[in-house]
């Protein structure tokens, strides 16, 4: 069983940055697909950035220039460096794990983005 643990939210003005960390603990890490979802006041949850096995990584038109997927193997965590944040990108950011049949959570990071 895959656990993943997000950390690195908070509150930050508009312009800002904050990097968000996954932590994932289980099976083998490096085959695992990841990705970082967001679901805002009203809305429903949607893809920000995924990025594969082999490095290739995905972005939703909104964040493209802005956000940045990353993943380190050796340590088991996936990270997403938001920059030039916007109040539209206040949300919370869920963190998630697949392979195969297998579809893993995080219980999310509240990311408020307001002067």
């Known amino acids: 069983q895959v656990q993943l643990v997000e950390s690195g939210g908070g509150l930050v003005q508009p312009g800002g940055s904050l990097r968000l960390s996954c932590a994932a603990s289980?099976?083998?890490?490096?085959?695992?697909?990841m990705a970082w979802y967001r679901q805002g006041p009203g809305n429903q949850r949607e893809l920000v950035a995924s990025?594969?096995?082999?490095?290739?990584?995905n972005y939703t038109d909104s964040v493209k220039g802005r956000f940045t997927i990353s993943r380190d193997n050796a340590k088991n965590t996936v990270f997403l460096q938001m920059n030039s944040l916007k109040p539209e990108d206040t949300a919370v950011y869920y963190c998630?794990?697949?392979?195969?049949?297998?579809?893993?959570w995080g219980q999310g990071t509240q990311v408020t983005v307001s002067s």
């Open positions: 998630n794990a697949k392979f195969v049949f297998q579809d893993h």
């Open positions: 990025i594969t096995s082999g490095g290739s990584t």
């Open positions: 289980g099976r083998p890490f490096s085959r695992y697909t």
